[in-house]
RNA sequence: GGUUUCGUGGCCGAGUGGUUAGGCAGCGGUCUGCAAAACCGUGUACAGCGGUUCGAAUCCGCUCGAAACCUCCA
């Protein structure tokens, strides 16, 4: 298996470090609003990584924070904590903010059938962890106190290291290039960030500390945590792109100097999803949250879509591309998505026979590990999927057979690849399945009966009036299947 | 300005030095009371211009265009 590190910029070869162990962080959300469809990429990437290495028996510990401290809301490490800003305008206590849209969170993810991670901690929670790394970085000489508040010297890290080595940057760039800002006057370097913050009087979010009461930088909860839980050193960290500079450099220059070594083996970043071409985040505010695509709630919203449908359109493109959203391309991987299950549900019916010809089905599986090996892949597996639909279809409408051996390779392909890999379930019935189905039967019984006195009006009616349910008749030679549009 | 990417047929989106990605939409046919589904068939796609090569959309150079990061962001 390769996977393509950011830090090297290639494919490499993906070796665990103490297999069949593999550790793996993720940066998770900043809870302080509602989460969005790139929550929902990054959430599904990492999902999908996550179900692979344990289809492949790897024993997992996945790691993804919940940050609710220490994001600073405006420029230059002088802005209003983000969670504190938020409790502010509500009057609410900050860990109510934090408890509210966790639990939204959790609910949206859940929806998207994205597995939680082995451990989701709170940066809130490890706030000793943090100031004892900070104690390190200071120990080490690598940061400075001005007024209560400790910054990173960069610079002089970079003397040693190479801050940039992740994100390809040199410091010579950053000396040029980074903007003037009001409010850094406490720090040597306009580059320089803080580890920890002195909290003024109306800044509510506050633990003390050997410097002043504050609260810690950003970037040192993934330090902190991800040592903790994974070791100084482990396996996968993974991410949205627009982390790579300066979150997931300063994580390492951090880590360097408080533990001697690099975090990280393979540093992974999905690509952000584009909305006309531009990304779409938060502070651009073209954000759609994933309640209002579910609901159908947005002016650019042509209906609503499902989580899955929204989870099938992400896994059709690989995680370092953008994507780009689109009413089209959702109701193409809507419709693509409801065909495979279908295929699914005919693969049942499928007639077996020893003496039948040989349908390729184990070239089909090979193709689909060998795209997931490549950096997984996912697109090229759902190619790899629909060959099998198609392979599926084709002999039903033929009414030809299968061997019993390629069916068993067949099914267990569908199942390991669209339920346990791709994480994907099929939404036809909520509710009373079996009750749900009985009366189908039955309406379908009265219509046939209908079209066989060859009285159409009644049976066009009845299949208008379901269709206006959202339930789709098929007469098929065997008889009529419903589906849940 | 710096760093890093990208530009694929109507749409989304893989891939790659020589053989059909795939999905959706379209067109033709089969099937059907009709419809839908399904099946079969169907597309002079790789921004432009040069170069390397027996051969490039794939490698190199330039041009044009777009994006992300350089400030919180998945």
Not at 57 to 70: A, F, M, S
Not at 171 to 192: M, P, V, Y
Not at 468 to 483: M, S, V, Y
Request: proline fraction near 3%; include cysteine.
């Amino acid at each position: 298996m390769v996977v393509f590190n950011t830090l090297s910029r290639v494919k490499e070869v993906f070796v665990p470090l103490n297999s069949p162990f593999v550790g793996m962080y993720v940066c998770g959300p900043t809870v302080y609003g509602d989460a969005h469809l790139g929550h929902a990429r990054a959430a599904i990437t990492f999902d999908l990584i996550f179900r692979y290495l344990k289809h492949l028996d790897y024993k997992v510990r996945y790691v993804r924070n919940i940050t609710d401290v220490g994001h600073l809301e405006n420029d230059a490490d002088e802005g209003e904590d983000k969670i504190g800003l938020k409790a502010r305008l509500e009057s609410l206590e900050p860990m109510e903010v934090v408890q509210y849209y966790t639990v939204r969170y959790h609910r949206n993810m859940d929806q998207l059938n994205v597995l939680r991670p082995s451990i989701e901690p709170h940066a809130s929670g490890h706030i000793i962890e943090q100031i004892e790394m900070i104690k390190k970085i200071l120990d080490a000489g690598y940061a400075y106190e001005v007024n209560g508040s400790i910054y990173f010297d960069v610079e002089k890290y970079n003397r040693k290291h190479h801050y940039g080595i992740l994100s390809g940057r040199k410091i010579e760039d950053l000396i040029s290039n980074t903007r003037e800002l009001a409010g850094q006057a406490e720090k040597r370097n306009g580059f320089d960030f803080a580890i920890w913050k002195r909290a003024d009087e109306s800044h509510i979010m506050r633990w003390p500390s050997p410097w002043s009461d504050g609260f810690p930088g950003w970037h040192m909860e993934c330090s902190a945590m991800g040592c903790k839980y994974l070791g100084e050193q482990f396996d996968i960290h993974g991410g949205g792109m627009d982390l790579l500079f300066p979150h997931h450099e300063s994580e390492i220059a951090q880590s360097m100097v408080a533990n001697g070594k690099a975090p990280v083996r393979y540093w992974l970043h999905n690509n952000m999803i584009t909305l006309n071409g531009q990304k779409m985040g938060k502070s651009l505010g073209n954000a759609m949250s994933l309640d209002d695509i579910f609901n159908g709630n947005h002016p650019l919203l042509e209906k609503a879509y499902s989580p899955m449908t929204i989870r099938f359109f992400i896994l059709q493109a690989q995680y370092r591309s953008t994507l780009d959203f689109s009413n089209e391309a959702l109701q193409a991987a809507d419709k693509g998505m409801k065909k495979l299950f279908a295929a699914m549900e005919k693969l049942k019916q499928l007639k077996t026979d020893s003496n039948a010809p040989s349908l390729g089905i184990h070239e089909i599986e090979k193709a689909c590990y060998d795209a997931m090996n490549d950096d997984f892949n996912s697109p090229m597996v759902i190619a790899g999927l629909f060959e099998a639909v198609r392979v599926i279809n084709s002999q039903k409408a033929a009414e030809g057979s299968i061997q019993p051996a390629e069916f068993d390779v067949l099914n267990n392909l569908l199942q390991n690849f669209v339920i346990d890999i791709l994480g994907l379930k099929s939404e036809e019935v909520a509710g009373d399945h079996e009750l749900v189905d009985g009366l189908m039967q039955t309406i379908i019984q009265l219509r046939q009966e209908a079209r066989g006195r060859k009285d159409y009006a009644t049976s066009d009616l009845i299949r208008i009036k379901l269709g206006e349910l959202h339930i789709d008749l098929k007469d098929g030679k065997e008889g009529t299947n419903w589906q849940k549009r």
